[in-house]
């Protein structure tokens, strides 16, 4: 079973930066489709970003131009920098991993989620 666990997250003000990071416990790491979600209290799960086994990335229109996901398959991790960010971006951010798929994008239906860290953005 893949697990995954998220770090990284924290607070700052608007307009700074912040690096996530997943690590992944599983060999067969380099042909799951991974990537970021976010929930902010009080609303739905929402999408950042994927990427795929071939480091095809999508993103949410939100975070076009500001925010990179990235993964390193020999380390089995994910990050996510997130740069200009804005007080909207608070939220709990979750990586998720996916074994069986065909387009790794952010409208799949990901089954393996790792614990979240909080990112809280100040104006």
């Known amino acids: 079973q893949v697990q995954l666990v998220e770090s990284g997250g924290g607070s700052v003000q608007a307009g700074g930066s912040l690096r996530l990071s997943c690590a992944a416990s599983t060999s067969t790491y380099g042909t799951l489709c991974m990537g970021w979600f976010r929930q902010a209290p009080g609303k739905e799960r929402e999408g950042v970003a994927t990427i795929d086994s071939d480091g095809s990335t999508s993103y949410a229109d939100s975070v076009k131009g500001r925010f990179t996901i990235s993964r390193d398959n020999a380390k089995k991790t994910l990050d996510l920098q997130m740069n200009s960010l804005k007080p909207e971006d608070t939220a709990m951010y979750y990586c998720?991993?996916?074994?069986?798929?065909?387009?790794?994008?952010?409208?799949?239906?990901?089954?393996?989620w790792g614990q979240g860290t909080q990112v809280t953005v100040s104006s």
């Open positions: 998720a991993a996916e074994e069986w798929w065909l387009l790794c994008s952010l409208t799949l239906g990901f089954g393996i």
